[in-house]
Nanobody
């Protein structure tokens, strides 16, 4: 069993920055490809970014590319999402997720483990 705990959400003005963190526990961190998804009220959960187990490759949704950066520190068993130039439309609950599979990393169905989510609120 893997437990994922997110932190770092909060309230920020448009144009500002936040860094989310996720620390999995229960199995070897490098077993997993990691991702961030988000869900805004009344909308489906959507892919934000993913990173392979080694950190050698990263994927981004078009909506966040060039503003968000996903990274991982395998020595600290932590994955990060650095969010810059935040927009009101980025406001959502952000979820950390973990998958053994390296295929279809943009699909929520690939991920077996999910955190409880952390709220990101962006004011205009």
């Amino acid at each position: 069993q893997v437990q994922l705990v997110e932190s770092g959400g909060g309230l920020v003005q448009a144009g500002g920055s936040l860094r989310l963190s996720c620390a999995p526990s229960g199995r070897t961190f490098t077993d997993y490809n990691m991702a961030w998804f988000r869900q805004a009220p009344g909308k489906d959960r959507e892919f934000v970014a993913a990173i392979t187990w080694s950190g050698g490759a990263a994927l981004y949704a078009d909506a966040v590319k060039d503003r968000f950066t996903i990274s991982r520190d395998n020595a600290k068993n932590t994955v990060y999402l650095q969010m810059n130039s935040l927009k009101v439309e980025d406001m959502a609950v952000y979820y950390c997720s973990a998958a053994i599979s390296g295929y279809r990393l943009r699909d929520a169905g690939t991920y077996k483990y999910w955190g409880q989510g952390t709220q990101v609120t962006v004011s205009s």
